[in-house]
């Protein structure tokens, strides 16, 4: 994207300073720094951003923990509550979005649909947090109530501040992650089973958050080779390949075949650049705008929307297997089965019926009687 022309930032909350390794660079840090032209690299530290831009809301929640017995220092881990790392790295969206300094962003998240819920978290704290007057309001009252006999701090106007600017951040955060004209997800997988299933549930939360996902990319594809210890790795890995394809629809898929050396240095990323979309292609633009699943309520019913590649009934089959629905679809090459993550509000339900439809799938739950 930078040698488009774009000013592009990357950004990554990899505690493993992965951006330091890719570009073979020790000097990329906390603070940005520029890797080559039009391209700005920052390596986020989460405790430290959360710790200089809302100190007094972490203080009064360690204070908190602290009232109980529990040592300081312990406290201060426990307040960092489990999400608030992720979800402090998508705040530098927002503070980098809001000074308009770049063109694009990209954003290294962890390779899992877990992180997805973070994404969603700035919706729902947005929408219901000043009802319940935020996490602030609601120490306030316990700690008014309980002070005399805990202990336990009442929160100043700078947390109540601090805690509403949170608010107001999250509020811009979510426009920003929920608009499908400027931000898109990109999946990466390796062609094995554990990568792809984390990849088909990212996939799977992110249709579920409203949030559109582009592309998928499968890398470290190995060449065919007259070794049978590695021949057999690749067949394997092809069959991988062609599953993803299938899992992924109606998502384009980029192949990129194992490489000889690392993923390390400008030179060697330019060309992977180039791989994955020509020496003409455009990667800042959305190459897919759609939703694979989609799902609607109404009244005791869930119908589950799913984009499949076949037309006819009898090509498939499918059943429920507790939290996952199992897709067996015939193909040319053979028996495909896709293994779809259900979301957590389907499993107190029954799968009632299926129903095909053109290149789409529809599958009702119903809550039991």
């Known amino acids: 994207m930078s040698e488009r022309g774009y000013n592009t930032l990357v950004l990554s909350a990899d505690p493993a300073h992965t951006l330091s390794d890719a570009f073979m660079m020790k000097e990329v840090g906390h603070e940005p720094r520029q890797v080559a032209p039009n ?68 954003l290294d998240m962890p390779a899992s649909g877990e992180a997805l819920r973070y994404l969603y978290f700035p919706k729902l704290v947005g929408s219901i947090g000043r009802k319940l007057t935020g996490l602030a309001g609601l120490f306030s009252g316990f700690a008014k109530v309980f002070q005399p006999v805990a202990k336990i701090p009442a929160p100043g106007k700078d947390v109540i501040k601090s805690e509403m600017d949170f608010l107001d951040r999250l509020d811009e955060l979510a426009k920003i992650i929920r608009n499908n004209d400027i931000t898109s997800i990109r999946l990466v997988a390796n062609p094995d089973t554990f990568s792809i299933e984390n990849a088909k549930r990212a996939l799977m939360s992110a249709s579920l958050y409203g949030i559109n996902v582009d592309m998928a990319v499968i890398n470290k594809i190995m060449a065919s080779s007259s070794d049978e210890y590695y021949a057999n790795w690749a067949r394997y890995q092809k069959d991988k390949v062609e599953e993803a394809k299938a899992n992924f629809y109606p998502l384009p898929v980029k192949e990129v075949q194992l490489y000889n050396t690392e993923l390390r240095g400008i030179d060697t990323l330019r060309k992977h650049g180039e791989v994955l979309f020509g020496r003409d292609g455009d990667p800042s633009e959305i190459f897919y705008r759609g939703k694979p699943y989609s799902f609607e309520s109404a009244d005791n019913t869930i119908n589950m929307s799913v984009q499949v590649p076949f037309t006819e009934k009898d090509d498939f089959s499918i059943e429920r297997y507790g939290d996952q629905l199992t897709l067996s679809v015939k193909t040319a090459a053979g028996q495909i089965v896709n293994i779809i993550p259900l979301p957590i509000a389907t499993a107190g339900m029954k799968l009632a019926r299926a129903k095909l439809m053109n290149h789409e799938l529809n599958v009702i739950f119903e809550k039991k009687p």
């Not at 809301?57 to 608030?84: C, H, N, Q, R, V």
């Not at 300094?101 to 990209?106: G, L, N, P, R």
């Open 39 to 106: 391209l700005t690299a920052l390596q986020i530290d989460p405790v430290s951003e959360m710790s200089k831009q809302y100190d007094p809301i972490l203080s009064y929640m360690a204070a908190i923990f602290s009232a109980k017995g529990i040592d300081e220092t312990l406290a201060y881990e426990i307040a960092m509550l489990p999400g608030m790392t992720q979800l402090f790295s998508l705040l530098k969206i927002q503070e980098v979005g809001r000074s308009k300094a770049y063109d694009c962003v990209v």
